[in-house]
T-cell receptor
């Protein structure tokens, strides 16, 4: 089975940086994904890591350490529109399982 | 690219009736689609994997006779909630991917309310 843990809530100031951690224990591993979900909407894809290291995409970066079962999503230069839930998801041999999500609130 | 369309976005139905939700891949073919359910403030839970031309694969605890899945073409999967009850009220989201190692792309979801 899958066990994916991430913090429930985080608050940060506009323009700041926030790091959302995700730890996982899975029976198999075929990649880790980060999604953004605004309230009442479907998730949108942010990033994908399958090898160890950092993937950078504009203001968003994601890091993976497979040996530690650990990933983080780094949000830089926070904007008000970044207030959302961020979901860590791990794919094993056949399906994608999601963590409970981290609600990030950006304050002015 | 990789657009997934889901319809309807919202539906209210009476207890005991059935509701059909459609999921279409608009610009790619999807031999496999995934149906998730999300209760308020909870994560997405995979309900079933829809396979084109064959039976769906249901996750443990999901009743296959209650949640009927049909994947008749490479671009369309449907989920029918049969004999709906208030506890079936939830956000249902379908998803598909363009390749085995590609990320999932989600439809906009269907908010089902059973009264």
């Amino acid at each position: 089975g899958q066990n994916i843990d991430q913090p429930t809530e985080m608050t940060a100031t506009e323009g700041a940086i926030v790091q959302i951690n995700c730890t996982y224990q899975t029976s198999g591993f075929n990649g880790l994904f980060w999604y953004q979900q605004h309230a009442g909407e479907a998730p949108t894809f942010l990033s994908y890591n399958v090898l160890d290291g950092l993937e950078e995409k504009g203001r968003f970066s994601s890091f993976l350490s497979r040996s530690k079962g650990y990933s983080y999503l780094l949000l830089k230069e926070l904007q008000m529109k970044d207030s959302a839930s961020y979901l860590c998801a791990v794919r094993d041999d056949y399906k994608l399982s999601f963590g409970a999500g981290t609600t990030v609130t950006v304050r002015a | 690219g990789a657009v997934v369309s889901q319809h309807p976005s919202r539906v209210i139905c009476k207890s005991g009736t059935s509701v059909k939700i459609e999921c279409r891949s608009l610009d790619f073919q999807a031999t496999t689609m995934f149906w998730y359910r999300q209760f308020p403030k909870q994560s997405l839970m995979l309900m079933a994997t829809s396979n084109e031309g064959s039976k769906a694969t249901y996750e443990q605890g999901v009743e296959k006779d209650k949640f009927l899945i049909n994947h008749a073409s490479l671009t369309l999967s449907t989920l029918t909630v049969t004999s709906a009850h208030p506890e079936d009220s939830s956000f249902y989201i379908c998803s598909a991917r363009t390749g085995a190692n590609s990320p999932l792309h989600f439809g906009n979801g269907t908010r089902l309310t059973v009264t």
